[in-house]
């Protein structure tokens, strides 16, 4: 079976409404694919930064594939929480983004978007907090098919530094 090493880690997000955030994150894969050491999902700590908007998280991400195809390549799923002074949470944007499928060191940009809601649900969440969220977050990965009937806005960035590792993908006739 071919393999795939990710080894990485989520660096952090910028570019969002509020401070105090953490990220919640999966990797999802087809079929074909079989984890085979390493978490699939996990949560980063909070983090409140001080001087800039760009909140640190480098929660390390180190997964071990194996396949027998290339159909359903992993993605990497993510939520943005906001946690507020009493700890309660709200989510900030969902994001998603296919695993580079090139062996080396990758820089990774995640732009995230959150559901848009009704003027009202607008309007509470500017007083109130809490708003719209997915029933099932892992629509957030699926394709435009899925997705195109929902109203989004903008959200911000997170920030990912992967490292790739390719094993035998040669005798399945994938050239690296």
Known sequence: MAELHVIGQIVGGSGFPQR??????????????KLLS??????????????DDVAYWCHPLDVHFATKGLQGWP???LQVWH????????VLGYG???VPATPGCHAVTCVTWLPR?????????????????L???EAAAAGAAE?????????????????????HFGRYGVEC
């Open 96 to 98: 998603f983004c296919h």
């Open 135 to 137: 029933r099932f977050p």
């Open 83 to 90: 946690q507020d002074g009493l700890g309660r949470s709200e």
């Open 117 to 133: 809601g009704t003027w009202r649900e607008r309007l509470n969440r500017r007083l109130v907090g809490g708003g719209p969220q």
């Open 20 to 33: 105090r955030l953490f990220c919640k994150w999966g990797l999802h894969a087809g079929g074909a694919w």
């Open 147 to 167: 997705r195109f009937r929902l109203r989004t806005e903008a959200a911000g960035t997170v920030h990912l530094q992967l490292g790739i590792l390719l094993r």
């Open 75 to 77: 993605k990497l799923h």
């Open 38 to 51: 390493g978490l699939g999902s996990g949560q980063t700590q909070v983090d409140d930064p001080q001087a």
